[in-house]
């Protein structure tokens, strides 16, 4: 079993929707809890940082973590079609080693 | 802030031959630098992380030998493929971590090698 499991999708809808991606995990020490937005062909660019649980708005964007559910959502309201792109996420235990552990990412397609 | 880049963006070149990438914290200073291999469709897989100054930690499976990591300065990293085949080919990204803070990465843009 992965240590964070991610659903692939893909996932489509259309513009306006508010769109739920989720994270599981199964390691309790992870403290820190990210996602990351990566377009076709480019690295991966920081959306959101939450350190352990609760909620973290930003604009359109809010970010989820449930420690006692290991369970971690990103929402996204009124999407648009520049949302379009593969979503990961990333959680790490807070060492000095700075390692975080991925999510296989949700391909996500919003349709004019 | 917190911009990355990586060096050159698309190469291509020979079964054989070695092959050199850039990272670089453009505006911050990096202790720890991460370097990763994405296949088309899939997540990042960590090769190895490189702090500055000392010999870069290979997750398990990745060849030290023909993956050669070099952290010079808190600014740069690079990553050397050597005698690349084609299995080679892949997107390589690197990330940078600042120090004494959270664990957030920024990563570079990619570097998409393809080995004839």
């Known amino acids: 079993q992965k240590e964070v499991e991610q659903d692939p999708g893909p996932l489509s809808v259309p513009e306006g929707a508010i769109v739920s991606l989720n994270c599981t995990y199964s390691n309790s020490a992870f403290q820190y809890f990210m996602w990351y937005r990566q377009y076709s062909r480019k690295g991966p660019e920081l959306l959101m940082y939450?350190?352990?649980?609760g909620n973290k708005e930003d604009g359109r964007f809010t970010a989820q973590v449930d420690k006692s559910s290991k369970y971690i959502s990103l929402f996204i309201r009124d999407s648009q079609p520049s949302d379009s792109a593969t979503y990961l996420c990333?959680?790490?235990?807070?060492?000095?080693?700075?390692?975080?552990?991925f999510g296989d990412g949700t391909t996500l397609t919003v349709k004019p | 802030g917190a911009v990355v880049s990586q060096h050159p963006s698309r190469v291509i070149c020979k079964s054989g031959t070695s092959v050199k990438i850039e990272c670089r914290s453009l505006d911050f200073q990096a202790t720890t630098m991460f370097w990763y291999r994405q296949f088309p469709k899939k997540s990042l897989m960590l090769m190895a992380t490189?702090?500055?100054?000392?010999?870069?930690?290979?997750e398990q499976g990745v060849e030290k030998d023909k993956f050669l990591i070099n952290h010079a300065s808190l600014t740069l990293s690079t990553l050397t493929v050597t005698s690349a085949h084609p299995e080679d080919s892949s997107f390589y990204i690197c990330?940078?971590?600042?120090?004494?803070?959270?664990?957030?990465?920024?990563f570079g843009p990619g570097t998409r090698l393809t080995v004839l």
């Open positions: 990333a959680m790490s235990v807070g060492t000095n080693a700075g390692k975080s552990t």
């Open positions: 990330s940078a971590k600042t120090s004494g803070s959270t664990d957030t990465q920024y």
């Open positions: 490189s702090n500055e100054g000392s010999k870069a930690t290979y």
């Open positions: 939450t350190y352990s649980s």
